[in-house]
């Protein structure tokens, strides 16, 4: 039996905002737009203090302003929410390199091989990503990805919930149709049409009622998926960005051998984190800060990625023979970027 987890961040943008503005915890937040609600622009998120008064996702900010007059408008900084996207989703990967990412604050793991109870891994990955970003997130684990994501959305915020297939009737069936993966709204008002308005309704119709209606194709889909059928397997698409290490001497350094070294012990460390992952790079790049804090970089993009220790090691000492050295070195790092996945993981 396949154990896959769904990972929903709980109201993402505006938890991020939250840190930041822990003056506002509590408050009514609405992230959108450029953060003036007189100005045109949309809700991307708000806080659960802020749905309370009827706020949602893609609301103009004026809407959201006439029914929350005292409410907290932030602009949006999609820089630094994607930068915390990759923070979370590279904790995820440690936990199962199977990994599917669903966007900027979800993703599935197929936690099927990790030998751990479903529930402890759960709590595994809310502790690391509540102690490492400060952040809340919802969990769903259940046999596939259809059931997982249901599953994630049933207890949020800070939610976890395990389901088994004999759970559809009781939890599963109740939910509006529309909280089925694949009924959008058209489908969902043609349902509706139908007498039908929950899941455990479509799972009532028969298959041929639901064929003639909708086609062979999602006809027979919506057949399976209200039973809570779904087979699809995950897709592991998420690479991180890039993997780095530097570091600053005590003393600023002018003998190359040490530099040398020093670059040789980074490089093996960042070549270990990328093997871990099942990943392996194009482009190294060795970045230097001399003592007077200019920083220079000097990379290399190779004809192929690789994750060989000699072969980037000596990538990255060419690129080092490449700086001019007339000042000492305050720091020195190397990053790997252009990765993929390995391709004995794809
Ligand atoms: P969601 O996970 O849908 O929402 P959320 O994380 O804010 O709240 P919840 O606790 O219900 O999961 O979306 C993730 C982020 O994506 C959200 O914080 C902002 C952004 N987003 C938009 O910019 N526009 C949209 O219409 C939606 C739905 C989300
Ligand atoms: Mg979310």
Redesign the pocket.
């Known amino acids: 039996m396949q154990r896959i987890l769904h990972i929903?961040?709980?109201?993402?943008?505006?938890a991020i905002e939250l840190k930041r503005h822990p003056e506002l915890i509590g408050e009514p937040v609405v992230?959108g737009g450029r953060g003036d609600p007189t100005k045109r622009g949309v809700v991307?998120?708000a806080s659960y203090e802020a749905r309370q008064f009827g706020i949602h996702?893609?609301m103009p900010l004026r809407t959201a302003l006439k029914l929350c007059p005292q409410a907290v408008f932030l602009p949006v900084d999609y820089k630094e929410y994607s930068r915390v996207s990759e923070q979370i989703k590279r904790i995820l990967h440690e936990f199962s390199p199977i990994m599917e990412d669903g966007?900027?604050?979800?993703a599935y793991l197929d936690i099927t091989r990790v030998e751990q109870p479903s529930e402890a891994i759960a709590r595994g990955i809310k502790n690391r990503i509540w102690s490492a970003q400060g952040l809340t997130c919802?969990i769903g684990i259940a046999p596939n990805k259809l059931l997982a994501k249901i599953a994630s959305d049933l207890e949020?915020?800070d939610g976890l919930t395990i389901l088994t297939q004999e759970d559809v009737p009781a939890r599963i069936w109740p939910l509006p149709a529309k909280k089925l993966y694949g009924v959008g709204p058209k489908t969902d008002e043609r349902l509706k049409r139908m007498g039908i308005r929950t899941i455990g309704e479509i799972a009532s119709a028969s298959r041929q009622v639901l064929v003639s209606e909708f086609g062979a194709s999602h006809g027979n889909y919506l057949y399976e998926a209200s039973r809570g059928i779904d087979d699809r397997p995950l897709v592991t698409n998420w690479v991180p960005k890039s993997s780095s290490r530097e570091t600053t001497f005590e003393k600023d350094i002018g003998n190359r051998q040490i530099l040398a070294e020093t670059l040789i012990h980074l490089t093996d460390e960042v070549v270990e984190e990328i093997r871990k992952g099942g990943f392996e790079s194009r482009t190294v790049t060795v970045k230097v800060r001399f003592s007077d804090f200019k920083t220079h970089t000097r990379g290399k993009t190779l004809n192929e990625a690789i994750d060989d220790a000699g072969i980037i090691r000596s990538t990255a000492l060419s690129c080092l023979e490449r700086f001019e050295f007339k000042k000492r070195v305050r720091l020195i790092g190397i990053r790997l970027s252009g990765l993929r996945i390995r391709a004995k993981y794809r």
Request: aromatic share 10%; hydrophobic share 40%.
């Open positions: 929903d961040m709980d109201a993402f943008f505006a992230v991307s998120t996702s893609a966007g900027i604050d979800e919802s949020k915020p």
